[in-house]
């Protein structure tokens, strides 16, 4: 059977207010679960400290990749656009088509 609970005081029928109540994990325990999480954490890496030269080279070549990308993405978006109009056309000629009563002269589409 469910035990009710006293909502003035969020106790338990039965219970006192005098006895000690589970009100969750105890810092004690809060602490050791952070301090195993940084354990289980690998620690940070050594970085090879690099010369303004080492750092300036390394930045051009990133610029570079970056215009790649960029290049690449827009042309990608430019062919999804023009698939994506290519098949709006393709089903607003079908419909059309579909629309259009059919007569005997249809038969020769090939003028296109």
Known sequence: RKKKKDAR???QKGERATEPRDLGPSRERLEAKRLEDAARRPPPRDR???SDQELEERRREMAA????????????????RANAVKECIDDDDAAMKRRQPRTDDDDDDDDD
């Open 48 to 50: 090879p400290k690099l």
């Open 65 to 80: 990749d970056a215009e790649v990308h960029e290049s690449n993405r827009r042309e990608r978006m430019r062919d999804h």
């Open 9 to 11: 005081f969020g106790l």
